[in-house]
Every structure is written in structure tokens, then in C-alpha cells.
């Protein structure tokens, strides 16, 4: 890019640029390289354990983790980084990224949500990088997926609002596929629970964007023993 060769960072790109589009999509796209469809977040377990047997199910589930669980968690830790990698504030950055690292409940979310964190760096820099990306990363000692997404969105002068729109959509259609596959769900079906959660989805972003890092917390103890417990499960398709 030739802002990165000039030395300085892209200029923020309007919500109705293309530009912006573009690298939302192509993020936050299932096919973006990070491996996310080999982590379910502990549904799987709650599938075994019968917490999760239809669509509907699946659909208050996903609900509650979104408005009350790791939802709107990551969101929150998204925008506050995204905030402080934009203000260049890279002590504040550290802050929120070592945050983020503590409030994972159990040892395969930490898999989960580091592994994608440092492919999403890693391919950025690869295909994305900017200046001010490397100075970024190299003040965080750990990055979980959502620092990152919100490091690169700010570097790269993506719009806060449509980016953390675009994670938490990302994130849904992420749990609704691991859902589908192991219910199973029909096709028809994994997008009527995504439909129906939509308004849910607008309503957590809303609140992310309001959160302080005093008001970042959850009430999901289902999910995270769901999380706890698929450590030992016996048979399992997914990482999480």
C-alpha cells in the first residue's frame, strides 16, 4: 500500500466507502483464514448434554451468550481497542488486551480465542499491513480474536460501527454453523435462528459501543461450564 510505504497510516475510510466494505467482508468472512469453524465455544457439550436440540434452543442460546456472555464481552473489548490503537494509546491498549486475556472462562476458549487473535495479526501483516500495525502488536504481549480485530480495524481507519457489527455477525454465523452440524440443523433453519437474531445482534453492538472496562462482565455459567466441560468430553468435532 502507499501509505504504508510513505510511513503513515490510511486515512479513515468513510462507513459508505467501498473500501471499507471490502475489508469488512473479506475479514470477517468464514473464509478468512483464521479457523474459526474448528471452535464451537462449548455448544458442543451443551449439544451432548441436551441443552441444545432444535433450532429454537439454539436460538435462546446463542441469545443469552450474545447479551449476556462472551458476545458482548468481546464486543466491548473490541471497540476499547480499537479506541486506543486509534488514539495511538498503546499503554491503554495493553490494558484492554491483557483484560480481555483474563475473562476467558476456560482453558480452550484461551485456545480458541488466542489462536484466532494471532492468525488474524499474522494475516494481516501478511496480505493487510499498514503502518503503525507492527508498533500495535508489539505492545500486547497476548492478543485475543477481538483486540485484534478491532487493533487492525483502527490501523486501517475502518469505521467502528460497521466493524463491530461485522464481528458479531461473524461470531453468530460462527456458533449457528458449529450448531448446525452437530443438532443438526437444516440450512433453512441455521438462517431463521440467525434472522431471529439479528435485533439481538443490533442490541449488543449498541452496548458495546457505551460499555466501559468497569461495565465488561457476564452472567452465562451454563455456557461457561458448557466450555469447562467439553474439555473431558470423549467424542469431539470441535477444539472448544
Do not use: K
Not at 467482508?25 to 441443552?51: K, M, N, R
Request: glycine content about 8%; some cysteine; hydrophobic content about 50%.
Amino acid at each position: 500500500m502507499s501509505t504504508s510505504e510513505e510511513g503513515a497510516r490510511p486515512a479513515a475510510i468513510s462507513a459508505t466507502d467501498p473500501a471499507a466494505l471490502y475489508r469488512l467482508l473479506t475479514w470477517l468472512s468464514p473464509a478468512f483464514p483464521i479457523g474459526g469453524f474448528s471452535y464451537s465455544s462449548g455448544i458442543e457439550w451443551a449439544v451432548e448434554a441436551g441443552d441444545i436440540g432444535d433450532a429454537a434452543a439454539l436460538r435462546g442460546w446463542l441469545a443469552t451468550m450474545l447479551t449476556n456472555g462472551s458476545g458482548l464481552c468481546d464486543a466491548a473489548f473490541l471497540a476499547h481497542a480499537y479506541r486506543a490503537a486509534e488514539l495511538d494509546d498503546m499503554a491503554s491498549l495493553r490494558e484492554v488486551a491483557e483484560l480481555a486475556a483474563a475473562f476467558v472462562p476456560s482453558r480452550e476458549r484461551q485456545l480458541e480465542t488466542t489462536a484466532q487473535g494471532r492468525a488474524f495479526i499474522e494475516i494481516a501483516r501478511s496480505a493487510w499491513n499498514c503502518a503503525g500495525l507492527d508498533e500495535a502488536v508489539a505492545r500486547c504481549e497476548s492478543i485475543v480474536y477481538p483486540v485484534a480485530v478491532g487493533l487492525v480495524g483502527a490501523v486501517h481507519g475502518v469505521p467502528l460501527g460497521p466493524l463491530l457489527h461485522g464481528f458479531l455477525h461473524a461470531l453468530t454465523s460462527n456458533w449457528i454453523s458449529a450448531g448446525s452440524r452437530l443438532v443438526p440443523l437444516g440450512q433453512t433453519d441455521s438462517q431463521r435462528v440467525l434472522a431471529a437474531l439479528e435485533p439481538v445482534v443490533a442490541a449488543t453492538a449498541d452496548r458495546a459501543l457505551l460499555a466501559s472496562l468497569d461495565d465488561i462482565g457476564g452472567a452465562t455459567f451454563r455456557a461457561d461450564l458448557a466450555s469447562l466441560h467439553h474439555e473431558t468430553q470423549y467424542t469431539r468435532l470441535f477444539r472448544s
